[in-house]
């Protein structure tokens, strides 16, 4: 009894872990520094995602908009950009500076019978950053031209290499992307007009030029609404619900394991324990 007790209570209580879901696709805008223009993102009808008809009806489609004109796109385009802090839009509108929506496997933290599977062949080719010019892609800049790839592990891999945008600037028209290999943290700043790949350690975007753009969030913030100052680290939006849901599951594991100690040792002991009555002389 007390075993069936023990395994009915665990199930139910650790079974949110292993249902755990990362957040999914929703449409959104994210306005450019200077507040003149909207890039509008809608999830794809083809993804998975959190319904939003009033911004569709609004925009009917994925692009560029002078803020409060939405029948007059600068340009519309096909491409989705899942997290918005993974995507950037210059002043003038003609330039999208976007990371691919690669994200660490979150299986890895949740599930502790999650066996990490091995480096896929080919990875240092996938894209770090996208730049498109009015909608239409410009060029790509794969890992193994901005970082050290064999220095990716297995973990890093699975579901990444996750790359972010760390700093942006529209004047300087440069871009710092981040990374993880193995816990250490790679920086590389491109020039998103010309390709140019500045050497390491050099090119960085000052804090003046950052403040006149956008000085982006750290890599811990996987989404999230703008933040004009960006003078502090925000968490996202998507980032607390994670958090918050996971302290929601391990509250209630720890309800249903205290729950299945106290009716353990409420249990009347068994036939096996009972002490024998007296015989009477």
């Known amino acids: 009894m007390r075993s069936r007790i023990c395994t009915l209570l665990l199930f139910f209580g650790c079974g949110p872990l292993l249902a755990f879901e990362p957040v999914p696709a929703r449409s959104y805008t994210k306005a450019t520094a200077d507040g003149r223009h909207l890039l509008v993102m809608l999830v794809p009808r083809s993804i998975r995602g959190l319904p939003n008809d009033e911004l569709r009806a609004k925009y009917g489609r994925s692009g560029l908009y002078p803020t409060n004109a939405p029948n007059h796109p600068r340009w519309t385009c096909d491409w989705y950009v899942q997290y918005e802090s993974g995507v950037m839009p210059t002043n003038d509108g003609e330039f999208v500076v976007r990371v691919p929506d690669r994200k660490r496997n979150w299986r890895q933290v949740v599930d502790g019978k999650y066996r990490v599977p091995p480096r896929p062949p080919g990875v240092e080719k996938l894209a770090a950053v996208i730049v498109y010019r009015n909608g239409q ?14 220095k990716f592990t297995n973990a890093d891999c699975d579901g990444g290499p996750e790359c972010v945008l760390d700093r942006f600037s529209d004047t300087a028209n440069r871009v710092t992307i981040r990374t ?9 700043t491109i020039d998103f007009h010309t390709g140019e790949i500045f050497p390491v350690g050099s090119g960085e975007i000052s804090d003046v030029a950052a403040s006149n753009s956008f000085k982006l969030r750290p890599p811990t913030d996987p989404d999230g ?17 994670i958090l918050a849901g996971m302290v929601v599951v391990i509250a209630g594991t720890l309800a249903f394991l205290t729950l299945a100690f106290v009716l353990i040792r409420g249990q009347p002991p068994g036939p096996a324990n009972a002490r024998s009555p007296k015989l009477s002389s």
């Not at 993880?180 to 590389?188: C, F, L, W």
């Open 137 to 150: 892609l410009q060029r790509t800049v794969a890992l193994d031209e901005l970082f050290d790839c064999p």
């Open 180 to 188: 993880t290999a193995n816990g250490v943290v790679m920086k590389r």
């Open 225 to 241: 609404d703008a933040d004009r100052s960006h003078s502090q680290p925000v968490r996202s939006r998507s980032t607390r619900i």
